[in-house]
């Protein structure tokens, strides 16, 4: 469910038209609806709940200030995985005790930079990292508490490139392999174990491989505390997917998620961490676009956006599928006819969706894409020397620029022309 209804014939953002903040942001824009966003982290504390748990929302997802502050005023976690990102959350307002370091390849600064600043937890994803982390917590004099990041080799049967938990990904040790890390992370000084990690992948629509990742992780648990290490928290990852179409099969609800955790892991009197991105942010914003032309081609016609690849590149990246609808309302029954969305980016790959039923639409015309919340502005690029677009936050009938569209003097004064040429 989102707060994005069409409303006297208008597509508004909860109390807000679309085409106000269009009129006053100019497009291409995205707008994040703060009730959407509430609604999505309270249904993970509910699911979870009799647990102790922290919900630790994945900043990468989407990592707008405004929007940490947010989530973080409600009680949420953070779940970063950089220095910046790390810095986005402190900026948030969130005290590092509910700030998670995940990521593959923190750096000694970036470990450093949290240490000072307070933390929670680091997910620690290799021997060699663990080797750093104790050396850089050490010379600081304090102990850094730590899960390791342990790989389960599920298939999460999600699109190749966002599937992390089998054997061949980088993530992650092997699980086979924990006795033997837990051993050396109890030696190492300046670490205190504190729990298990687990991430499989991203926009899983089955609760399937979660469970199976699960039992194993709860197997692992009795393993480890029969080894004399502490497992106090379960961090289980994110990952759960969003409906991108109104159409297909819904994915597992976050009520039908935390039944199965409780089920899996309750009995293990565990602290339960989840780093859910996309199921709160990704149904919580939309891509508004106005339509630069309409083009008749060869056996096809091409509807061409002001918004391209470089402001969301999911469809160019994992062929993603986006809704995009009109954002004046159609009347019922009003033709429609098949068009290729694409944007002005000279790439083939610039193209939103083919042969996609779409209203007679015209010049000027505004659309939005659904689903753009997660891994849509946070993507973004400036290929093409365009400028980065707007992030607007919507609550109730305000809204606000939460990210202004920088000007092409900031953008060209920050290349530099060397003396010597
Ligand atoms: C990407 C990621 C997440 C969030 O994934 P979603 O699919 O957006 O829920 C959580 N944890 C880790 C370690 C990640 O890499």
Redesign the pocket.
Same mark, same amino acid.
């Given at each position: 469910m989102d707060h994005f209804l069409y409303r006297d014939g208008a597509l508004h953002a909860e109390d807000v038209a679309i085409p106000e903040i269009a009129a006053a942001v100019g497009t291409p824009f995205y707008v994040y609806s703060a009730a959407t966003l509430t609604r999505h982290y309270r249904l993970f504390t509910e699911a979870l709940t009799p647990l102790p748990h922290l919900v630790c929302f994945?900043i990468? @997802?989407l990592s707008n200030v405004a929007v940490l502050k947010l989530l973080g005023d409600l009680g949420a976690g953070m779940?970063v995985?950089s220095g910046g990102e790390y810095r986005r959350a402190k900026a948030a307002g969130v005290p590092g005790s509910r700030i998670v370091f @995940?990521?593959v390849g923190k750096t000694r600064e970036e470990m450093r930079l949290a240490l000072e600043g307070g933390i929670r937890q680091f997910?620690v994803e290799s021997e060699p990292e663990m080797r750093a982390l104790s050396e850089v917590a050490t010379a600081l004099g304090v102990v850094a508490p730590i899960a390791v990041r342990v790989n389960p080799d599920v298939d999460a049967r999600t699109h190749a490139k966002?599937a992390?938990g089998k054997s061949e990904n980088k993530f992650g040790i092997p699980i086979a392999r924990a006795s033997e890390v837990y051993a050396e992370a109890a030696r190492l000084p300046g670490l205190r174990v504190v729990g298990i990690d687990v991430?499989i992948g991203?926009?899983l629509t089955e609760l399937a491989p979660f469970e199976a990742a699960y039992t194993k992780v709860a197997e692992l648990t009795q393993r480890l505390r029969g080894e004399g290490h502490v497992i106090e928290r379960l961090d289980l990852?994110?990952?759960?997917g969003i409906p991108y179409t109104r159409s297909n099969e819904a994915p597992p609800l976050p009520s039908d998620y935390g039944a199965m955790v409780k089920r899996v892991l309750g009995g293990l009197g565990c602290e339960i961490e989840i780093?859910?991105?996309?199921?709160i942010s990704g149904n919580s914003g939309l891509l508004v676009a106005s339509v630069i032309y309409v083009k008749q081609g060869e056996g096809r016609d091409f509807l061409i956006l002001d918004a391209a690849m470089n402001d969301l590149v999911r469809p160019a990246m994992y062929e993603a599928h986006h809704d995009i609808i009109p954002v004046t309302e159609p009347p019922p029954a009003s033709p429609t006819q098949p068009f290729d969305v694409v944007g002005p980016v000279c790439e083939t790959g610039d193209t939103f969706a083919r042969g996609r039923e779409m209203p007679l639409l015209a010049e000027g015309d505004l659309v939005a894409f659904r689903s753009a919340g997660?891994y849509g502005a946070v993507m973004a690029s400036e290929y093409n020397s365009r400028p980065l677009i707007p992030e607007v936050l919507v609550k109730g009938d305000h809204f606000a620029v939460i990210r202004a569209r920088p000007s092409f003097d900031e953008i060209l004064n920050r290349d530099t022309i060397p003396s010597w040429l």
């Open positions: 994945a990468k @997802s779940d995985v @995940s990521g997910n966002i992390t991430h991203s926009q990852g994110g990952g759960l780093e859910p991105g996309r199921l997660a």
